[in-house]
């Protein structure tokens, strides 16, 4: 039976769900989990416990809970539930507080909250990311951070609102199409943002599979000119000197922070 | 003068900066950060200690490093350095191990890699909100785990693509403009699929300095226009029984996470 997992907080619960995932990642097992955000009440917080509780019962089995919840008096009841505390927050703010000097004062809602630093420039991004997705305008190209070029569906839009979403980067996306194969070369406002262009590239085989799940059968989708369009571009991205990625094996994760790696572009955190 | 964080994985450190980033929001201090991701060579470790100790040597104060290090014998360089380690992944697997009578087998890039439960699902949700943003087509409707609306600039797409990005759910949205407002109602599309609306709505004055920004003194942007705009959108809600939330004082991720909190959607893990 797979182990169940709760994921507690009087917040989102995203920083729960990061921080158990992340840990539980590291066994081969499967795990059963239920989010609970937003337990602001003492109400909720009792609740919670019960649930808990009936889980311990119903399976035999002390469930572990993974928790975030600034407030003490929230907190306290979920500690004397049955579950197994994993206390991630709290387990490193004692030790920090002793180095940094400083008392914590915890503020419920600061890590996801919208007072955060930036937050503006975060919503321009995602904005800027949806306005100049899949090249519909060029008017914008010397306000975007960075631009990724690519043949159509080697991962440009979910890699641009990713970077946009999680690091405040403005991020363009421009494809080379079928009509493009004949003379393949940058256009101007690409040429005069020379420096923000970057590179994806993929498996045409995989590519293959993709297009056809889209639009079977059609010369867009065949295999040849998938290996027509990737070898292309691969072979402008080399004469232009533009960096590029093979996204074929890689996550949005993997892929954005691979960018910003090699770009040395800032991640901003929100 | 600010303290130096640094955050170090052999992955994207995604996880390290979330979690970091969550535990030091409970200080009242400014933090200045380095995130150095895809430490995955001993060269690279043997650099990044070097850097750790340059930057002890500068300041005289021992940076925190908050890492994810899969690796054993990256991490052991990395905690050879002169930082003060943080290391959450490690200090909560042996505890787990116990509880779970399971070794921990770590795999590079589990947490955020490809090979993730569910990724093709979560790259379509994410092209369904694309194809599916501001009311663009109605085809897919059906298809559509959740519908947002509201008047323009009230939050739907951000909010739509971090629940796709984020969560896997597909989430389309749908405007009411300037035109609908003589006599608001449901389109058909969106009255059979009427249990999947979700409402946003939005201070009228932050509405208005947001379109300002925009569209400056337009029609669009008066402030008398976005009081209207927002007093009928709200009526129909009410009228129609559909449940909506005040967008104005709140983050993606908290509008994201109560949606499915209201509506009692699954949250998936990437």
């Not at 045409?204 to 889209?214: A, C, D, G, K």
Request: glycine share 4%; with cysteine.
């Amino acid at each position: 039976m797979a182990p169940k997992v709760f994921y507690i907080s009087d917040g989102t619960a995203i920083t729960a769900e990061v921080f158990g995932h992340a840990v539980l990642s590291q066994f081969p097992l499967e795990f059963e989990s239920l989010t609970i955000p937003f337990v602001e009440t003492l109400t909720k917080a009792e609740q919670v416990k019960r649930q808990i509780n009936d889980c311990f019962i119903t399976t035999g089995e002390r469930p572990l809970v993974f928790h975030s919840i600034v407030k003490a008096e929230i907190r306290d009841i979920i500690y004397s539930s049955e579950g197994l505390d994993y206390d991630f927050l709290n387990t490193f703010v004692a030790p920090l507080e002793q180095h940094l000097g400083v008392s914590a004062s915890p503020v419920l809602h600061r890590t996801h909250g919208k007072a955060n630093h930036g937050y503006e420039a975060r919503i321009d991004a995602i904005n800027f990311a949806m306005d100049n997705d899949d090249g519909q305008t060029m008017k914008h190209m010397d306000q975007a951070d960075l631009v990724l070029l690519g043949v159509s569906r080697c991962g440009k839009t979910p890699s641009s609102l990713y970077l946009s979403m999680q690091f405040g980067i403005k991020a363009a996306n421009y494809p080379f199409t079928e009509d493009d194969m004949d003379n393949l070369k940058l256009p101007d406002a690409l040429k005069r943002n020379k420096k923000k262009l970057f590179g994806l590239t993929i498996d045409p085989v995989r590519l293959h599979e993709i297009r056809q799940s889209r639009m079977e059968n059609s010369r867009y989708s065949s295999l040849k000119q998938c290996r027509l369009e990737v070898k292309e571009v691969e072979m402008l991205f080399k004469r232009e000197r533009i960096p590029y990625i093979d996204t074929t094996n890689h996550s949005v994760e993997e892929i954005a922070t691979k960018i910003l790696d090699v770009t040395g572009l800032e991640r901003h955190m929100f």
